[in-house]
């Protein structure tokens, strides 16, 4: 049973980066699957973030793709979200998800539970 | 990448059947069959309904079922019942690996 569990601080100061960790559990991300970042504003809608294949590849919202990275570290099968200069708008819960289909980067179908990022000084 | 439009709100009692449109361009929805529709309880991470327009994932009600025509994507839910009282989000392909989510519905059951 695959499981993802995502970490990091709970707090972040505007203008620095966020930084997030999704933990992978009963699969080995190096293995297949691409694996992705949503987040959603409190009170809001799902925005998509961006996707990173097993080998590495990334793809990222155009509206984000200036200040964001994501990551894989395959000794510690996990894959991370940085986002650089953050502003108050940037406080949302956080999930990390893996699509349903081994070769496609759509339809989310297993998620984490989300981690709750606030941007204030 | 603007978001795919939807219904802010969408209520009918149990029993009934009800739909949730999902308005996007040529570009996204109107250009791919990669539509995908998910259900969210409040503080719960969402959940697949849908997807490729009309596929349900193993585990989800045949009472969840989805079309597609133009630019409009459409999820239906027959046989209305009150655990289906939850927020609702289409998401569609928009090319070079990119995704974009609608601005979700609320469901009221009456």
């Known amino acids: 049973q695959v499981q993802l569990q995502e970490s990091g601080p709970g707090l972040v100061k505007p203008s620095e980066t966020l930084s997030l960790t999704c933990t992978v559990s009963?699969?080995?991300?190096?293995?297949?699957?691409?694996w992705g970042w949503v987040r959603q504003p409190p009170g809001k809608g799902l925005e998509w973030i961006g996707s990173i294949s097993h080998s590495g590849s990334t793809y990222y919202n155009p509206s984000l793709k200036s200040r964001v990275a994501i990551s894989l570290d395959t000794s510690k099968n996990q894959f991370s979200l940085k986002l650089h200069s953050v502003t108050a708008a940037d406080t949302a819960v956080y999930y990390c998800?893996?699509?349903?289909?081994?070769?496609?980067?759509?339809?989310?179908?297993?998620w984490g539970q989300g981690t709750m990022v606030t941007v204030s000084s | 990448q603007s978001a795919l439009t939807q219904p802010a709100s969408v209520s009918g009692s149990p029993g009934q059947s009800i739909t949730i449109s999902c308005t996007g361009a040529r570009s996204d929805v109107g250009g791919y069959n990669f539509v995908s529709w998910y259900q969210q309880h409040p503080g719960k991470a969402p959940k697949l309904l849908i997807y490729?327009?009309?596929n349900r994932p193993s585990g989800v009600s045949n009472r969840f079922s989805g079309s597609k025509s133009g630019n409009t994507a459409s999820l239906t839910i027959s046989g209305l019942q009150a655990e289906d009282e939850a927020d609702y989000y289409c998401?569609?392909?928009?090319?070079?690996?990119?995704?974009?989510f609608g601005t979700g519905t609320k469901v009221t059951v009456l």
């Open positions: 998401s569609s392909y928009t090319g070079a690996s990119t995704y974009v």
């Open positions: 009963g699969y080995s991300i190096s293995s297949g699957y691409y």
């Open positions: 490729e327009v009309t």
């Open positions: 998800a893996r699509p349903r289909d081994f070769w496609s980067s759509d339809a989310f179908d297993i």
